[in-house]
Antibody, heavy 114, light 112 residues
Framework: QVQLKESGPGLVQPSQTLSLTCTVS????????VIWVRQPPGKGLEWMGVIWGNGNTNYNSALKSRLSISRDTSKSQVYLKMNSLQTEDTATYYC????????WGQGVMVTVSS | DIVMTQGVLPNPVPSGESASITCRSSKSLVYKDGKTYLNWFLQRPGQSPQLLTY???TRASGVSDRFSGSGSGTYFTLKISRVRAEDAGVYYCQQVREYPLTFGSGTKLEIK
């Protein structure tokens, strides 16, 4: 069955770089896109970006200068890297399949703090 | 960016009653293929969002027919018939018509 699982550090220091991995199963990254969405504690959802099945990417313009999404299809993994983290980047980070968002991971909580 | 504006529900809603959640977009979500690129999600407390409908009115796999999406190019409604305790949570609309994809701020549904 289709599954996505996010992994990464729970704590990142301000100004450092966040690196997250989304490991998928049950579908091919060459056929489906994967999106990243984040949610600050007690707040709403923010779309961050997408990597398509052909490898092309689109980013939220508000994050574009700091954000990079890549993948390794042989490992069924999608990567998110975001630099210059600030406290306002504290959030639960989700990956989901395709821009429809028909399947989601359970999310990973990232706290930005010294 | 397309701004998505969601309405507020008169909570709590009695179990068995209907609830309608509204969402408005700052730009038409109808694409040249005739489809309306609007998704609805439910996020239960402590859980990931769950897709309810896409293309405005197509229910996702496994979603109860108590959920129905409707609307025009810029005004949308998610109707929940015969609400149950399991329907409680925050509902989000999302436009997938153009980048950046944007969500509404969410509408909380409480069940009595």
């Amino acid at each position: 069955q289709v599954q996505l699982k996010e992994s990464g550090p729970g704590l990142v220091q301000p100004s450092q770089t966040l690196s997250l991995t989304c490991t998928v199963s049950g579908f091919s990254l060459s056929s489906y896109g994967v999106i990243w969405v984040r949610q600050p504690p007690g707040k709403g959802l923010e779309w961050m970006g997408v990597i398509w099945g052909n490898g092309n990417t689109n980013y939220n313009s508000a994050l574009k200068s700091r954000l990079s999404i890549s993948r390794d299809t042989s490992k069924s993994q999608v990567y998110l890297k975001m630099n210059s983290l600030q406290t306002e980047d504290t959030a639960t980070y989700y990956c989901a399949r395709d821009q429809t968002g028909d399947y989601w991971g359970q999310g990973v909580m990232v706290t930005v703090s010294s | 960016d397309i701004v998505m504006t969601q309405g507020v529900l008169p909570n709590p809603v009695p179990s068995g009653e209907s609830a309608s959640i509204t969402c408005r977009s700052s730009k038409s979500l109808v694409y040249k293929d005739g489809k309306t690129y609007l998704n609805w999600f439910l996020q239960r407390p402590g859980q990931s969002p769950q897709l309810l409908t896409y293309w405005m009115s197509t229910r996702a796999s496994g979603v109860s027919d108590r959920f129905s999406g409707s609307g025009s190019g810029t005004y949308f409604t998610l109707k929940i018939s015969r609400v149950r305790a399991e329907d409680a949570g925050v509902y989000y609309c999302q436009q997938v018509r153009e980048y950046p994809l944007t969500f509404g701020s969410g509408t909380k549904l409480e069940i009595k």
